[in-house]
């Protein structure tokens, strides 16, 4: 409704005051409240991933995607990897005593989360042929209704799929980086700088991983498994674009929710208390993954099919991408002009289809209301 620019900036903004409240946490109710609000942030993740989408064309939005959020995982490993770091040097350069040292530190990030917000403001452009503002001053760009995004959001069961799914690849990254480093330090008596800097590189496989007794097959083991976890994230975003273009911030939204419900979830199932052991936590997570993960074969789009079916791209009862993405949108929204976006994305998503079938393929409608009105004529 605002644009990505804004949406980003305003919630790094909001709460950077969280992360720079850190340091004056006096219990354990406060330090949660902080842990709190500073999780708001994570919703820039969605409107870096809708960025994203508006900003490429189909041939290319799921590498951009992929690549946008690899770099946003890639975070989590290395703030284990820096924070130890910057601990150490406030503690040693200043001589500081530890209670304060991880306290000065919190700033460190704080800082750097509103220099983030202002070049996001500054140098960040919500797309390719401006901001959402001018856009729509101009009348490039309508206002949508919310109720109608909303509406064709959560009727589309493809988004909830991916929302289950990256509840079990992206939500098993922010478990695993939450206990990765506790699980080397118990298991293996290791130091827990150097737990940390072992749990760091799963962000730089489960079902195994619980099961392996020694040190260096578990390093390897991790290794594999994050490299598959962020594959999947990736994959999993690298999908959303084509869901729904009208209620893409929404299918984004659910999406990158279901990461954050599904690692909650996990920590209280498998690692609140001492029910399991960590390394019976972390198998019985491999094998929920596997469970959650199978709805995927029952996603299907009719102009490219699914896992296990075909599409119908071509043929008598062919349905093309303009009729899937067409459907969002009524006669008199047709009329005035409010699909062409859509429109435009459906007719770059047919080249996706592959040489061959992009060139048998025309746009199976007759709908007359595709034809751009007057005004986009030109």
Request: aromatic share 12%; charged share 15%; hydrophobic share 45%.
């Amino acid at each position: 409704m605002v644009g990505p620019r804004l949406a980003s900036a305003s919630l790094v903004l909001i709460t950077a005051p969280a992360v720079f409240f850190t340091p004056l946490a006096t219990s354990s109710a406060s330090f949660l409240l902080v842990r709190f609000f500073t999780g708001f942030s994570l919703a820039t993740f969605v409107s870096t991933q809708y960025w994203m989408s508006s900003m490429f064309s189909s041939p290319v939005v799921g590498t951009a995607n992929g690549v946008a959020g690899g770099w946003g995982n890639l975070g989590g490993g290395a703030t284990q990897l820096i924070m130890p770091l910057v601990f150490a040097l406030i503690r040693d350069s200043m001589g500081s005593p530890k209670f304060t040292a991880w306290r000065i530190a919190f700033y460190v990030p704080g800082v750097f989360q509103m220099l983030t917000a202002f070049a996001v403001l500054i140098f960040g452009q919500d797309l390719p042929d401006g901001n959402f503002r001018r856009l729509q001053k101009t009348g490039d760009k309508s206002k949508d209704k919310i109720s109608d995004v909303l509406f064709h959001g959560v009727t589309n069961y493809r988004g909830w799929i991916l929302a289950l799914t990256y509840g079990y690849c992206f939500g098993v990254e922010l478990t695993v980086d939450n206990v990765i480093a506790e699980y080397f330090y118990d298991r293996f008596n290791l130091k827990l700088h150097t737990a940390g800097l072992i749990a760091a590189s799963f962000g730089l496989a489960n079902l195994i991983l619980g099961r392996v007794n020694s040190l260096g097959g578990s390093i390897v083991v991790m290794i594999l498994f994050s490299f598959f976890c962020q594959a999947a994230c990736g994959l999993t975003f690298g999908v959303v674009p084509f869901v729904s273009r009208r209620s893409l911030g929404l299918i984004s939204g659910m999406t990158g929710g279901g990461g954050n419900v599904g690692a909650v979830i996990t920590q209280l199932a498998f690692f609140k208390g001492s029910r399991y052991s960590k390394e019976t936590g972390i198998t019985y997570m491999g094998i929920m993954i596997i469970c959650c993960t199978l709805p995927l074969c029952l996603i299907n789009f009719p102009q490219w099919g699914g896992m296990f079916t075909s599409g119908r791209g071509g043929g008598s009862s062919s349905s093309s991408e303009e009729d899937y993405y067409m459907a969002e949108w009524n006669s008199e929204e047709k009329n005035r002009g409010l699909h062409q976006a859509s429109l435009k994305f459906a007719e770059n998503s047919r080249r996706e289809r592959g040489r061959r079938s992009a060139c048998n393929t025309a746009p199976a409608t007759n709908d007359t209301s595709l034809s751009p009105p007057a005004e986009f004529a030109a």
